[in-house]
């Protein structure tokens, strides 16, 4: 099926750094999102977003967060500066249209603060 | 969205029919039943999704209840890869742009050899 590809899939930072987080999301999809897990607690979203602009986030996108998805590349997660509570493994989705359209994840990049 | 209800964990044997409860007492008549299952170090992958209708796929049959109140995700023939934590999520039909799943819990199946 459909793939979402994270790179890296770790990342190790000290805090206080700025860090991004890649997503590859599959190619016909117009909707992107993010979500955030810590280690043993549920899935947390974090962000949507559609035609160059953030639609909709929660409480935990922090103003420290933001996202961008430049010429049509990899849609990005930048965390600047980074916080020991942004410990967390970071999930990437992608669907073909809002509402309640599918989405595909991608297998999550691991972030370790330091 | 309204909340859904799962419980925590469930047990089966490998070859045995899973059914999965999901109770969804507040559910509103524009809201699809979606299930998503989850595996350690993985994202969610998709399973099936139901407005009113049962439906079937490759991985599972969704059976929905007449006041969709309820509904049940049956998993046939189960093996050691079916094991995962089962998340059943609603979520409005036809919303343009603001979209998100929550995730509760889930129920985590656990399968026997």
């Known amino acids: 099926g459909p793939k979402v590809l994270q790179i890296p899939s770790h990342q190790i930072i000290d805090m206080g750094q700025m860090v991004t987080l890649n997503c590859d999301p599959v190619s016909n999809h117009l909707y992107f999102y993010w979500y955030k897990q810590i280690l043993g607690q549920q899935m947390e979203f974090l962000v949507n977003f559609y035609n160059g602009k953030v639609m909709e986030k929660s409480k935990l996108f922090k103003d420290q967060f933001s996202v961008e998805r430049p010429d049509g590349s990899y849609f990005t997660l930048k965390i600047q500066p980074t916080a020991l509570e942004d410990s967390a493994v970071y999930f990437c989705?992608?669907?073909?249209?809002?509402?309640?359209?599918?989405?595909?994840f991608g297998p999550g990049t691991r972030l370790t603060v330091l | 969205d309204a909340k859904t209800t799962q419980p925590d964990s469930m047990e089966s044997t490998e070859g045995e029919t899973v059914h999965l409860p999901c109770s969804h007492a507040t559910i509103s008549g524009n809201e699809y039943i979606y299930w998503y299952r989850q595996v350690p170090l993985q994202g969610p992958e998709y399973v099936t999704h139901g407005l009113q209708q049962n439906t079937t796929n490759s991985m599972a049959f969704l059976a929905i209840a007449s006041d969709r109140k309820s509904s049940t995700l049956i998993l046939p023939h189960v093996s050691l890869r079916d094991a995962a934590v089962y998340h059943c999520i609603l979520r409005v039909a036809g919303a343009e742009g603001a979209d998100r799943l929550t995730f509760g819990k889930g129920t985590q199946l656990i399968i026997q050899p």
């Open positions: 989705a992608s669907s073909t249209a809002g509402g309640a359209a599918e989405q595909f």
